[in-house]
């Protein structure tokens, strides 16, 4: 039965534990044992495999955890650790002698194992406050659930397993490694596409609006009966499609399906005259309209332009066709401003690696009854990136001779080269095949690579089954947006009064704080309680502000990121001291980045603000 201290402290810190464990105690179990060690100390074996297998040593479990601890010469470069088997502890009681300020989670796969550890041994012998989480089982689901939890901006983790548990549970480790491997691997991309693009993102929403407007929203506007149950195409701009041109001239030519190119492959097209349909276009970058510029240099006004709402907004300058928006949902403003019925319910298209993945959830949202994919290499083709017909002029239709590549399984079960940005479009197509499992879908791109979820077959063979006659509605495009101005008027005065405020708010939190740099410098720990509360409401109402929720929240992704980590630090701290010179650093910065964000606004907003008012 559990020691009393630690059914206290469970039930305090890691309630659903608790109660896994309560129910564990009321069954007979006997796979896990306690001895008495050569020296005296307890030592615990378990039936494992029909074989008894000790967990520390049956002679001197202290020592041997002395020497586990000895040998962790490489955790200088880590500040965090994940134990994996606690046992009876003794090495998790080593590890905080020697490091007695990093932080450590416990993952015991052996709910038994760790009833007997509390039976035993009182945790709160240990520096409790160290402890991040303890969790156990062995559902796949639910492991990968706490690897995402582990993952935090700034951690270095450690993996520590006990040494027969590297035998005994070596399926489970090897998945916890390779799922944090991969969690971190995604954080780190995502912050780096944060970082990347998050200015971005917000100044051309800013600068998009009035194009929004003034063009038609496809997801509510467009009539999908155009759409509902036809094919329709998504050219992308691999090697492949190269082999494809006379096909899609035929299918064009004869309305056999839509032709929606993504990206590049419009330069590809429009040189071999072949117009598409539409044209999807999303990247924020400034140099995302070189992607259409040989429309605008030709004056072709015959193919639409379906733009996302955070495309680089000089995509869009004197584009020369008809245009549609999509909302995108790095976009937060538009969302706010714009109300497309009573409810205010606005369609929002995912951002995603590529625009090949946003378009296929536009057209599976749009209804279509099959998506037929060209030109989606999503990996090297006799080493080119791009098909004939496109280049930027740097090489980089080429693949880099010095650049190691990985490699996967094409269409044929061929191994081919490909690289990390094509892979996780890969995998974010897999899933959104799976989402939209409705929809027939039929990769044609001879040579690139398998995407589960798809039947390959070449596109002559799919025109010969599925393409017999003629579906496109040229028309389809020709509406206008119905967006209300009322609400439009009303949320926009909503903006106003939370701009102004803003400023006034921010100006109390500096305040506050230079107030808690003097507390802690003249030592008057007695009065921090009440500034940190003063600070609290006011960060609280910051938050909450209209204006920071919809423009700067969205600047600063990689900011409120690593605010949140921090937030926690602050709130565990328990001296006074410590806590308000946390305050003043941390929380002080990220106050001087809103401003400095706010100042960055200003103009733009302004020019939108003249806008929307002269409507």
């Known amino acids: 039965m559990m020691l009393i201290e630690n059914r206290n402290y469970l039930r305090l810190n890691h309630r659903p534990l608790f109660n896994q464990l309560i129910e564990l105690e009321s069954q007979q179990t006997s796979h896990v044992i306690i001895e008495q060690?050569?020296?005296?100390?307890?030592?615990?074996?378990?039936?494992?495999?029909?074989?008894?297998?000790?967990?520390?040593?049956?002679?001197?479990?202290?020592?041997?955890?002395?020497?586990?601890?000895a040998n962790l010469k490489e955790l200088e470069q880590?500040?965090?650790?994940?134990?994996?088997?606690?046992?009876?502890?003794?090495?998790?009681?080593?590890?905080?002698?020697?490091?007695?300020?990093?932080?450590?989670?416990?993952?015991?796969?052996?709910?038994?194992?760790?009833?007997?550890?509390?039976?035993?041994?009182n945790i709160n012998d240990w520096s409790v406050q160290n402890i991040d989480t303890i969790f156990t089982g062995m559902d796949e689901k639910d492991l990968l659930g706490e690897v995402e939890k582990l993952n935090k901006v700034d951690r270095k983790i450690f993996i520590f397993p006990l040494p027969a548990y590297e035998n005994i549970y070596s399926e489970e480790i090897i998945l916890l490694m390779n799922s944090l491997k991969e969690t971190i691997k995604n954080e780190k991309n995502s912050l780096a596409v944060n970082a990347a693009f998050q200015t971005r993102w917000t100044l051309n929403a800013i600068k998009n609006f009035p194009y929004l407007?003034?063009?038609?929203?496809?997801?509510?506007?467009?009539?999908?009966?155009?759409?509902?149950?036809?094919?329709?195409?998504?050219?992308?701009?691999?090697?492949?499609?190269?082999?494809?041109?006379?096909?899609?001239?035929?299918?064009?030519?004869h309305g056999l399906a839509y032709i929606f190119a993504v990206g590049s492959a419009v330069n590809a097209l429009i040189k071999q005259e072949i117009y598409p349909d539409a044209v999807c276009t999303y990247d924020p970058q400034s140099i995302n309209y070189r992607v259409i510029q040989i429309i605008k240099d030709q004056e072709i006004k015959d193919v639409?332009?379906?733009?996302?709402?955070?495309?680089?907004?000089?995509?869009?300058?004197?584009?020369?066709?008809?245009?549609?928006?999509?909302?995108?949902?790095?976009?937060?403003?538009?969302?706010?401003?714009?109300?497309?019925?009573?409810?205010?319910?606005?369609?929002?298209?995912?951002?995603?690696?590529?625009?090949?993945?946003?378009?296929?959830?536009?057209?599976?949202?749009?209804?279509?009854?099959?998506?037929?994919?060209?030109?989606?290499?999503?990996?090297?083709?006799?080493?080119?990136?791009?098909?004939e017909g496109i280049s930027y002029g740097d090489g980089s239709e080429f693949l880099p001779s010095n650049r190691n590549t990985l490699t996967v399984k094409n269409v044929y079960g061929e191994e081919v080269a490909t690289n990390e940005g094509f892979?996780?479009?890969?995998?974010?197509?897999?899933?959104?095949?799976?989402?939209?499992?409705?929809?027939?879908?039929?990769?044609?791109?001879?040579?690139?690579?398998?995407?589960e979820g798809t039947e390959f077959m070449p596109l002559e063979k799919v025109m010969?089954?599925?393409?017999?006659?003629?579906?496109?509605?040229?028309?389809?495009?020709?509406?206008?947006?119905?967006?209300?101005?009322k609400y439009l008027s009303l949320h926009f005065k909503e903006i106003n009064a939370a701009y102004?405020?803003?400023?006034?708010?921010?100006?109390?939190?500096?305040?506050?704080?230079?107030?808690?740099?003097h507390l802690v410098k003249m030592n008057k720990v007695s009065n921090l309680e009440k500034e940190f509360n003063r600070f609290d409401k006011l960060f609280n109402k910051m938050k909450h502000n209209l204006f920071y929720k919809n423009f700067i929240q969205s600047l600063m992704k990689v900011q409120n990121k690593k605010m949140e980590d921090c937030f926690i630090k602050i709130r565990a701290e328990r001296n006074a001291t410590k806590k308000g010179e946390m305050?003043?650093?941390e929380l002080g910065k990220f106050i001087s980045d809103v401003q400095i964000h706010f100042e960055f606004l200003k103009p733009y907003f302004q020019e939108l603000n003249d806008y929307i008012y002269k409507i």
């Open 37 to 69: 060690a050569k020296n005296g100390s307890m030592t615990m074996k378990m039936n494992w495999q029909d074989k008894i297998s000790y967990i520390h040593s049956k002679y001197n479990p202290e020592n041997e955890a002395v020497r586990l601890i």
């Open 78 to 121: 880590y500040n965090y650790v994940l134990f994996i088997g606690i046992g009876l502890g003794y090495h998790i009681e080593e590890f905080i002698k020697q490091y007695p300020s990093i932080t450590f989670s416990i993952y015991e796969p052996n709910k038994e194992v760790l009833l007997q550890f509390f039976a035993k041994k």
């Open 213 to 253: 407007l003034k063009t038609p929203n496809i997801l509510h506007d467009v009539d999908k009966a155009a759409f509902k149950e036809k094919p329709a195409i998504i050219v992308s701009a691999g090697p492949s499609l190269s082999d494809e041109f006379e096909n899609l001239r035929y299918i064009k030519d």
């Open 304 to 387: 639409p332009l379906i733009f996302g709402s955070t495309v680089g907004y000089e995509t869009l300058e004197n584009y020369p066709g008809q245009m549609l928006h999509m909302i995108m949902s790095q976009d937060t403003i538009s969302p706010y401003l714009l109300n497309h019925d009573e409810d205010g319910k606005l369609s929002i298209l995912h951002d995603a690696p590529s625009i090949a993945v946003v378009t296929f959830e536009l057209l599976s949202k749009l209804g279509v009854g099959s998506i037929i994919l060209v030109g989606q290499n999503l990996a090297y083709l006799q080493n080119r990136h791009y098909a």
């Open 423 to 451: 892979n996780r479009m890969r995998s974010q197509l897999e899933a959104y095949i799976q989402m939209f499992s409705q929809v027939k879908v039929i990769n044609t791109t001879k040579g690139g690579a398998h995407i």
């Open 464 to 485: 010969q089954l599925f393409l017999k006659g003629k579906v496109v509605n040229e028309d389809w495009y020709k509406v206008s947006n119905h967006y209300q101005e």
């Open 500 to 517: 102004q405020k803003l400023e006034n708010i921010n100006d109390r939190m500096r305040a506050i704080l230079k107030n808690i740099d």
């Open 583 to 585: 305050v003043v650093q």
